[in-house]
T-cell receptor, first 113, second 112 residues
């Protein structure tokens, strides 16, 4: 069956450390994968998109990797800050499905000062 | 640029009533997607529309739910004869087709 899974356990880290979140998928052939941030009571906010032919993408303190052999994406936040505390969602877009997104359940990140 | 506008933010309906959720996409975006988020669950795709066309409604329940995106005006998600299980947050997203999606703040539907 098709699945997209993120670490279900909340991630607690110390300010200044690097947070690494994992997204694994099975039985999908994604054209691209996206990462979003969601705060309580708000809609998801787009962070980064990585295409299937890209290995890595960076934006400020954020880095995403995409390994289509392992069927995994890693999302890193370097020099984390308490303001980075939120739920992070990965979402993939399968080929030939009009750009609709299949979301993981999200990983809650808590950065302690 | 006001982003994706959804209204109302909160909607309370009694069982059996109709719920209408509105979404105005970002200026210049012609693709609209509706997602539902149940408590403690992830976002689930419902329907993808372009102006006057439903492109993919594979995530929509077959009964009671409908969506439209008319030539003029916002996209509407309509739920007839609501039941308690319809209580959820409904999010609309728009895109230009090239990059990430812009989501609205959602409509929180409560069925009492």
């Amino acid at each position: 069956s098709q699945k997209i899974e993120q670490n279900s356990e909340a991630l607690n880290i110390q300010e200044g450390k690097t947070a690494t979140l994992t997204c694994n998928y099975t039985n999908y052939s994604p054209a691209y994968l996206q990462w979003y941030r969601q705060d309580p009571g708000r809609g998801p906010v787009f962070l980064l998109l990585i295409r299937e032919n890209e290995k890595e993408k960076r934006k400020e303190r954020l880095k995403v990797t995409f390994d289509t052999t392992l069927k995994q994406s890693l999302f890193h936040i370097t020099a984390s800050q308490p303001a980075d505390s939120a739920t992070y969602l990965c979402a993939l877009s399968p080929y030939n499905q009009g750009g609709k997104l299949i979301f993981g359940q999200g990983t809650e990140l808590s950065v302690k000062p | 640029n006001a982003g994706v506008m959804q209204n109302p933010r909160h909607l309370v309906r009694r069982r059996g009533q109709e719920a209408r959720l509105r979404c105005s996409p970002m200026k210049g975006h012609s693709h609209v997607y509706w997602y539902r988020q149940l408590p403690e669950e992830g976002l689930k795709f419902m329907v993808y529309l372009q102006k006057e066309n439903i492109i993919d409604e594979s995530g929509m329940p077959k009964e009671r739910f409908s969506a439209e995106f008319p030539k003029e005006g916002p996209s509407i998600l309509r739920i007839q004869q609501v039941v308690r299980g319809d209580s959820a947050a409904y999010f609309c997203a728009s895109s230009s087709g090239d990059d990430g999606y812009t989501f609205g703040s959602g409509t929180r539907l409560t069925v009492v």
